[in-house]
């Protein structure tokens, strides 16, 4: 069975992420996770160096789980708002903790995901419609996660003035992703 792990950005409940994240999950094979950055108990990286020499983190909170299920999903979507042409803060303080990953390539000559996955990304913007750098970060945390096969970037633009579910071209490129995922 299909397993893939969700890291929502969104602070709002019933926001266009999240609206973006329902019309996936209803066409995804499989069970699915999804991570809220706002409302988990997941503290951002303190540069504490452990990971340097040690597998995992010193900090001890909700990430132990997220790391267990990324060793076991088969795709990781990242669904975030833009805010200043970029993931929210809260998303970047999760991604942060992907730091032992880096470490355990880089530091310790360790493959620390050894199961390879698929990515995608959904982006939701109010502003300019720049989602290059927030794409390249996303890009950035999945590589380090080890989705070498991303699908291309989804976003639906000036949300302010349409929501993202009314989005016809979002919504049939999210079932493209859903197909690309399932498969």
């Known amino acids: 069975m299909k397993k ?13 992420t999240v609206s973006l994240i329902d019309i996936i999950t209803k066409n995804l094979d499989g069970e699915y996770k999804i991570v809220n950055a706002y409302r988990c108990s997941i503290a951002p990286c303190i540069d504490c160096r452990y990971c340097y020499e040690k597998e995992g983190c010193a900090i001890v909170d909700g990430m132990q789980e997220i790391y267990d299920y990324i060793q076991d999903c088969d795709n990781v979507i990242i669904a975030s708002p833009i805010y200043f042409s970029e993931l929210t803060g809260k998303l970047l303080d ?27 990304v959904l982006l939701v913007g109010g502003g300019d419609g720049n989602m290059d750098k927030a794409y390249d970060t996303a890009c950035c945390v ?24 009314e989005d016809r071209e979002v919504y049939n490129a999210i079932l493209s992703v859903a197909e690309f995922l399932n498969n």
Do not use: M, W
């Open 142 to 165: 999945l590589k380090h996660i080890n989705c070498n096969d991303v699908h291309k970037l989804i976003y639906s633009n000036r949300t302010n003035t349409r929501p993202a579910a």
């Open 4 to 16: 893939t792990l969700i890291l929502n950005g969104s602070p709002r409940v019933k926001g266009d």
């Open 94 to 120: 999760v991604a942060s903790r992907l730091q032992t990953y880096f470490c355990a390539r880089h530091f310790r000559n360790e493959n620390p995901v050894p199961k390879s996955k698929k990515g995608a």
